[in-house]
Protein backbone atom coordinates (compact mmCIF):
# COMPACT_ATOMS: atom_id res chain seq x y z
CA UNK A 1 0.00 0.00 0.00
CA UNK A 2 1.34 3.58 -1.01
CA UNK A 3 -0.25 6.38 -0.06
CA UNK A 4 0.84 10.45 0.83
CA UNK A 5 0.54 11.88 3.96
CA UNK A 6 0.07 15.56 3.71
CA UNK A 7 0.69 18.54 6.69
CA UNK A 8 0.96 22.25 6.80
CA UNK A 9 -1.67 24.33 5.40
CA UNK A 10 -4.28 26.63 7.69
CA UNK A 11 -4.68 30.05 7.62
CA UNK A 12 -2.14 32.46 6.51
CA UNK A 13 -2.46 36.46 6.90
CA UNK A 14 -1.64 38.13 3.40
CA UNK A 15 2.01 38.93 2.79
CA UNK A 16 2.57 36.48 5.34
CA UNK A 17 4.18 32.74 4.90
CA UNK A 18 3.36 28.99 5.33
CA UNK A 19 4.84 25.48 4.52
CA UNK A 20 3.24 22.73 3.26
CA UNK A 21 4.94 18.62 3.66
CA UNK A 22 3.90 15.83 2.02
CA UNK A 23 5.51 12.41 2.45
CA UNK A 24 4.75 9.44 0.45
CA UNK A 25 4.58 6.41 2.27
CA UNK A 26 4.32 2.26 2.04
CA UNK A 27 5.98 -0.01 0.10
CA UNK A 28 7.55 2.11 -2.70
CA UNK A 29 10.40 1.21 -5.12
CA UNK A 30 10.89 4.77 -6.79
CA UNK A 31 9.68 7.63 -6.74
CA UNK A 32 9.46 9.76 -9.70
CA UNK A 33 8.11 13.32 -9.95
CA UNK A 34 6.36 15.14 -7.21
CA UNK A 35 4.52 17.83 -7.03
CA UNK A 36 1.79 20.12 -5.52
CA UNK A 37 -1.46 21.36 -7.59
CA UNK A 38 -4.18 23.18 -5.84
CA UNK A 39 -8.10 23.85 -6.50
CA UNK A 40 -9.94 27.15 -5.37
CA UNK A 41 -13.71 27.35 -5.13
CA UNK A 42 -15.20 26.69 -8.53
CA UNK A 43 -12.21 26.87 -10.20
CA UNK A 44 -10.51 23.56 -11.63
CA UNK A 45 -7.27 22.08 -9.65
CA UNK A 46 -3.99 23.95 -11.08
CA UNK A 47 -0.27 23.01 -10.81
CA UNK A 48 1.64 24.71 -8.06
CA UNK A 49 5.13 23.13 -8.19
CA UNK A 50 6.81 19.70 -9.26
CA UNK A 51 10.13 18.21 -8.76
CA UNK A 52 11.86 15.56 -10.12
CA UNK A 53 14.03 12.89 -8.85
CA UNK A 54 17.40 14.81 -9.99
CA UNK A 55 15.79 18.22 -8.50
CA UNK A 56 14.48 19.87 -11.82
CA UNK A 57 11.76 22.04 -10.73
CA UNK A 58 8.91 23.59 -12.44
CA UNK A 59 6.66 26.62 -11.04
CA UNK A 60 3.34 28.21 -12.24
CA UNK A 61 3.86 31.59 -13.33
CA UNK A 62 1.73 32.68 -10.67
CA UNK A 63 3.88 31.04 -7.63
CA UNK A 64 6.97 32.15 -9.04
CA UNK A 65 9.57 34.11 -6.87
CA UNK A 66 7.22 33.25 -4.13
CA UNK A 67 6.91 29.53 -3.53
CA UNK A 68 9.96 26.93 -3.03
CA UNK A 69 9.67 23.07 -3.53
CA UNK A 70 12.37 20.80 -2.19
CA UNK A 71 12.49 17.46 -2.16
CA UNK A 72 14.45 14.76 -0.06
CA UNK A 73 14.55 11.60 -1.98
CA UNK A 74 15.82 9.72 1.01
CA UNK A 75 13.04 10.44 2.85
CA UNK A 76 10.29 10.62 -0.10
CA UNK A 77 9.41 14.08 1.33
CA UNK A 78 8.57 17.10 -0.45
CA UNK A 79 8.21 20.48 0.84
CA UNK A 80 6.19 24.10 -0.58
CA UNK A 81 7.45 26.94 1.85
CA UNK A 82 5.38 29.61 0.71
CA UNK A 83 5.86 33.21 1.60
CA UNK A 84 4.20 36.33 -0.13
CA UNK A 85 0.87 34.95 0.95
CA UNK A 86 -2.17 36.44 -1.35
CA UNK A 87 -6.39 35.79 -1.08
CA UNK A 88 -5.77 34.18 -4.91
CA UNK A 89 -3.70 31.52 -2.95
CA UNK A 90 -6.57 30.46 -1.03
CA UNK A 91 -7.26 26.62 -1.77
CA UNK A 92 -6.99 23.12 -1.11
CA UNK A 93 -3.60 21.74 -1.95
CA UNK A 94 -2.86 18.16 -2.84
CA UNK A 95 0.20 16.52 -3.07
CA UNK A 96 0.83 14.89 -6.01
CA UNK A 97 3.92 11.78 -6.64
CA UNK A 98 4.01 9.18 -9.48
CA UNK A 99 5.43 6.29 -8.22
CA UNK A 100 6.89 2.51 -8.66
CA UNK A 101 5.80 0.53 -5.92
CA UNK A 102 7.64 -2.58 -4.53
CA UNK A 103 5.68 -4.95 -7.04
CA UNK A 104 7.06 -2.71 -9.56
CA UNK A 105 3.41 -1.09 -10.59
CA UNK A 106 3.93 2.48 -11.56
CA UNK A 107 0.94 5.20 -10.41
CA UNK A 108 -0.37 8.20 -9.89
CA UNK A 109 -0.92 9.18 -6.20
CA UNK A 110 -3.07 11.65 -4.78
CA UNK A 111 -2.83 13.40 -1.02
CA UNK A 112 -5.73 13.96 0.76
CA UNK A 113 -5.60 17.33 0.33
CA UNK A 114 -4.85 20.34 2.78
CA UNK A 115 -6.97 23.56 3.15
CA UNK A 116 -4.68 27.13 2.83
CA UNK A 117 -6.62 29.76 3.67
CA UNK A 118 -5.17 33.59 3.30
CA UNK A 119 -7.03 36.24 5.31
CA UNK A 120 -6.88 38.65 7.65
Known amino acids: QVQLVESGGGLGQPGGSLRLSCAAD????????MGWYRQAPGKQRELVATVTSSGDTNYADSVKGRFTISRDNAKNTINLQMIGLGPTDTAVYYCNADILDSRFRRKEYWGQGTQVTVSS
Open 26 to 33: GSIFTVFT
